[in-house]
């Protein structure tokens, strides 16, 4: 009975947002009622990006639009809402299109 919600947990604790979109695939269960899954998207971008930045010191954008499923374009709007979060501290290097990771936060 609370497999889905343990499952949910488990993702927001250590997986990224792949794992998240294979899980609500077809619509969160029932036991789930009251999640609001563009939240758990979101939250789930955040969090990916701070695993990225626990694997890479230097993460080109392509990587993380591929990562965060977002546009190039979104790109940088993720890493400073990340950044605001508190969850990493990063530059942007516009010119090479890289994030430079200073600081980030463990999960």
């Avoid at 077809?26 to 695993?51: E, F, H, I, Q």
Wanted: proline fraction near 4%; include cysteine; charge should be negative.
């Amino acid at each position: 009975k609370y497999g889905p919600i343990y499952e949910l947990l488990r993702i927001l604790s250590v997986g990224k947002l792949h794992d998240y979109t294979e899980f609500a695939k077809g619509g969160l269960p029932a036991v789930l009622d009251g999640v609001d899954p563009d939240a758990c998207v979101s939250n789930m971008r955040l969090l990916t990006m701070c695993s990225l930045a626990t694997e890479h010191d230097e993460i080109p954008y392509q990587t993380v639009a591929d990562t965060l499923d977002v546009s190039i374009d979104e790109v940088e709007m993720w890493v400073v809402n990340t950044i605001t979060s508190k969850l990493i501290d990063a530059k942007m290097d516009q010119l090479q299109k890289v994030v430079l990771i200073s600081r980030c936060t463990h999960r």
